[in-house]
């Protein structure tokens, strides 16, 4: 694991982003909508940053990349009412944009007042969309970064720090992951068996 952004590098750039924010809109009401996961770190701190009457909600976006390609899942159950509303979305990264791209979509759907779109990190030369965030903590080169929030395969969101992946970190999380996985078979297994009992 190589850190590229340290704990203080961080709470600097989220502090940086909080004055730009507040910049913005001033003392108007605001609407934050947290994308989750991977912005809960994010979200927290930058919250704390802001002093204008707030509302905060989260959304669950998931893309599946491989079999349903590209398919975008939202669970929109923790969200608040948005219609009229000035609205920041804040999330981890855009990478290729796709994903923030086609919630902002779904969210203009709801008639927002306005929609603005918050970011701890953005990476070098790899937007494909048409739109880009507002508001941007870092521009990372093109790596794979996990911690703060991101993660590889549900580990390693709990780090303090923004770290670069590497090929040992990878495999370790891949067993724990496919460890969780042959748990939860052998689980189901044994539910199922303790019902035929
Ligand atoms: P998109 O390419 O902008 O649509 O990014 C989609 C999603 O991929 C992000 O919301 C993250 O969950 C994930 N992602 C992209 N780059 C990274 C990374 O470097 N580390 C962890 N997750 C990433
Ligand atoms: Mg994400």
Redesign the pocket.
Known sequence: MRILLGDSEIRDGVRRLGREIQAFYGQKPLTIVG?M???VMFLADLLRELAMPLRVGVIQ?RSYRDGRAGKLVINADFMPHIAGRDVLIV???FDTGQ?LFELTDQIDHLQPKSVRLAVLLTKKGRKRVGMEPDHVGFDIPNEFVVGYGLDYRDAYRHLPYVAILEEPDRIAAERLAEEAEQRGTTDQESAAAAKRE
């Open positions: 994308v996961t991977g912005s976006a999330d981890d990264i994903t």
